[in-house]
């Protein structure tokens, strides 16, 4: 069981990028070479998300940097509401079900929640604009 | 209504005219900030940052072109000391003024034709007074 943290800033990003995954997975392989794969589980993890934020105001780059702080860095997980998701039906559930197969990149149809996989970056612009990028990571939550 | 000429023109710096300057031009530009997010379908920009730049073509007429080719064309390294207040006259109270640093001196002599020289400048920071 893990720390959940609050919900992830309701901001559209100006860039996404997904990599699904993979399942648990372990391989056997004889002297002679054959080879034999046991699955462990039936539920794909570390599932990584970057979003990211181009010339936001600093007030959205503030909402980034608050987040991280209060989930504590990398420790706490949350879930990400609609905006982040935003664009692609694929991702967004208000254009098709929260678990419909058309949300099959959302992270409930991998039944993970998410954490950050490493603190996000932030740049100067000028001023009163910054560009912020996430890194987030899909983790199965017991 | 009004119309303008070479004849309005003229070119200061630090306060103190240039004599016999044949053109000058100013350009400002912005740039473009892309904001565009993944809920728009049009590409979204807001203000970015703003430069200026501009030049003049100076006719060598005793010294006239002089000060401000000194700022670049010297023995002494370029410095902050020789950033200039320029300003861009034409007619009365059309000007725009702002601190400059000459980034370009070229003096050319030709059989023929008088002696000239052609400077460009580059505005750090706003533009301290413009009336258009």
């Known amino acids: 069981m893990s720390f959940s943290g609050p919900g992830f800033p309701d901001l559209v990003p100006t860039a996404r990028s997904m990599s699904p995954g993979d399942f648990a997975s372990k391989v056997f392989r004889s002297q002679s070479g054959i080879e034999a794969r046991v699955q462990y589980g039936n539920k794909a993890f570390n599932k990584t998300l970057d979003l990211e934020y181009s010339n936001v105001s600093e007030a959205d780059?503030?909402?980034?940097?608050?987040?991280?702080?209060?989930?504590?860095?990398?420790?706490?997980?949350?879930?990400?509401?609609?905006?982040?998701?935003?664009?692609?039906?694929?991702?967004?559930?208000?254009?098709?079900?929260?678990?419909?197969?058309?949300?099959?990149?959302?992270?409930?149809?991998?039944?993970?929640?998410?954490?950050?996989?490493?603190?996000?970056q932030f740049n100067s612009v000028k001023t009163g604009r910054m560009s912020v990028i996430v890194k987030l990571i899909g983790v199965l939550d017991s | 209504m009004t119309y303008y000429s070479g004849?309005?023109?003229?070119?200061?710096?630090?306060?103190?005219?240039?004599?016999?300057?044949?053109?000058?031009?100013?350009?400002?530009?912005?740039?473009?900030?892309?904001?565009?997010?993944?809920?728009?379908?049009?590409?979204?920009?807001?203000?970015?940052?703003?430069?200026?730049?501009?030049?003049?073509?100076?006719?060598?007429?005793?010294?006239?072109?002089?000060?401000?080719?000194?700022?670049?064309?010297?023995?002494?390294?370029?410095?902050?000391?020789?950033?200039?207040a320029?300003?861009?006259?034409?007619?009365?109270?059309?000007f725009i003024e702002g601190p400059c640093i000459i980034t370009s001196g070229e003096l050319s002599c030709a059989v023929g034709e008088i002696m000239q020289a052609t400077i460009q400048f580059q505005f750090t920071g706003a533009p301290t007074n413009v009336g258009l």
């Open chain 2, 86 to 94: 320029i300003r861009l006259g034409w007619g009365t109270s059309k």
């Open chain 1, 61 to 120: 780059a503030a909402a980034i940097f608050d987040h991280y702080q209060n989930c504590k860095g990398t420790l706490y997980i949350f879930g990400l509401p609609a905006n982040p998701r935003k664009g692609n039906p694929t991702f967004d559930p208000s254009i098709a079900g929260e678990t419909s197969a058309t949300n099959r990149f959302g992270s409930r149809a991998f039944g993970l929640k998410y954490r950050y996989a490493e603190p996000p």
């Open chain 2, 7 to 84: 004849k309005d023109g003229n070119l200061t710096y630090n306060g103190s005219q240039v004599a016999k300057v044949s053109n000058w031009s100013v350009s400002s530009t912005v740039e473009t900030l892309d904001v565009t997010n993944l809920s728009l379908n049009d590409r979204t920009f807001v203000p970015g940052l703003r430069s200026s730049t501009g030049s003049a073509t100076i006719f060598y007429y005793d010294q006239a072109a002089v000060p401000l080719l000194g700022r670049i064309i010297k023995t002494a390294a370029v410095g902050e000391s020789d950033i200039l």
